[in-house]
């Protein structure tokens, strides 16, 4: 790790982004409990998710917070820089943290958990095409029901925002006690949830009877990636 994104040099700049002067005053700012903030420190680590937090609340560059690298807010960029269209030369990152998905208290909702495993990268322009970057997670998938489009330990990238059904589209959707990646379609009263893989058959869930209270749709899928060992 360099000096740059060393615990201590990321922690500097995310107090100084929120002005603040303490760890309560950083909790405060953040909206977490202090124990979180000894928790970080103990570790050595910083969430991604307060990157995410600080740049949304004070427009501070989320590279500059997390690597060090560039203005603090990109409007401070120097002069005699040359021009160019923001949507071919915005660089702002934007880290989406990685998250647990766990059912909460049977709501089937998706949770950032104190333990994350971390958090990704992405342009902020892309982000903002898709949807509402605060709203968005990622999650790991398990299992080859989706399989040759998604495969097992692959990520996906949901916007939790995005819940009414658009026929044909791919959701993350709590159903009883699991957590499915499907493609959804609408009947009158039903939704089907289709898989890829072929040993999979479409699942028909009546909406106008005791399924409708054991499905929820979390969120829109929208993008996939994988890493390769």
């Not at 910083?46 to 807010?73: E, H, K, S, Y």
């Not at 790991?140 to 589209?169: A, Y």
């Amino acid at each position: 790790m360099s000096e740059k994104t060393s615990f201590q040099a990321v922690l500097v700049r995310l107090m100084q982004a929120l002005d603040v002067g303490s760890d309560t005053e950083l909790a405060r700012a953040l909206g977490i409990t202090p124990q979180s903030v000894s928790g970080a420190r103990k570790r050595g680590e910083i969430p991604p998710a307060w990157v995410q937090a600080c740049a949304a609340q004070t427009g501070v560059n989320a590279d500059w917070l997390f690597f060090g690298r560039g203005p603090m807010r990109l409007a401070e960029a120097g002069e005699g820089e040359l021009p160019c269209m923001q949507e071919d030369c915005d660089t702002e990152l934007v880290v989406i943290p990685l998250a647990e998905a766990r059912l909460s208290a049977g709501t089937g909702s998706m949770e950032v958990s104190a333990h994350q495993e971390g958090g990704y990268a992405f342009r902020s322009n892309f982000l903002r095409r898709k949807g509402n970057p605060r709203r968005m997670v990622l999650m790991r998938v398990s299992g080859d029901s989706m399989v040759p489009e998604i495969f097992d330990n692959d990520l996906v990238l949901l916007d939790r925002g995005q819940t009414d059904i658009t026929p044909g589209r791919l959701y993350a959707v709590g159903f009883e006690d699991a957590i499915y990646i499907k493609r959804i379609d609408k009947l009158p009263g039903k939704v089907i949830l289709h898989s890829v893989n072929p040993a999979y058959p479409p699942l028909t869930l009546d909406l106008r009877g005791d399924d409708a209270e054991q499905f929820r749709v979390i969120g829109r899928v929208l993008w996939s990636g994988r890493e390769y060992r």
